[in-house]
């Protein structure tokens, strides 16, 4: 038995078929990327940051959230996560006073789509 479609079928299927994808795609593309940051990645500031703040594509639960800046031989130098009810992308933290030196800002997020995003940059103090 030989079934066919036909040109209004094609058309209805289609878009259809879109959709279903495009909301099962959702859940996936609604993760908490970092988006910005400051420092930034591969940024050279000419002094010690007195906070590092990220902002990350969606919202983020600060409580179950942790930023570490780390120097060059891993050692922690300062933690925390800091966000605020009319930012809820943001989180912060206080810097320690920072030599001059290669550092790693470490993240690892709880989104509130409940996804752990996790990741790191590195930025430089150079007072030249």
């Known amino acids: 038995m030989k079934v066919s479609m036909n040109k209004s079928s094609r058309r209805i299927l289609g878009p259809l078929l879109a959709g279903v994808l495009a909301v099962l795609a959702g859940p996936a593309l609604a993760h908490s990327f970092l988006v910005e940051a ?3 990645s591969k940024d050279h500031v ?3 940051p007195k906070t590092v703040k990220l902002r990350f594509g969606g919202g983020v639960e600060p409580k179950y959230s ?3 800046i780390e ?3 891993g050692k922690v130098l300062g933690e925390g996560a800091i966000g605020t009810p009319d930012k809820p ?3 912060s933290m206080d810097s320690p006073e920072l030599a ?3 550092y790693v800002v470490r993240y690892r997020v709880l989104s509130t789509d409940g996804h752990i995003v996790e990741g790191n940059y590195e930025f430089t103090v150079d007072p030249k």
């Open 89 to 91: 992308r943001e989180l």
């Open 100 to 102: 001059p030196g290669k």
């Open 66 to 68: 942790k930023l570490t």
């Open 46 to 48: 000419a002094a010690s």
């Open 71 to 73: 120097d060059a031989s």
């Open 38 to 40: 400051t420092p930034s």
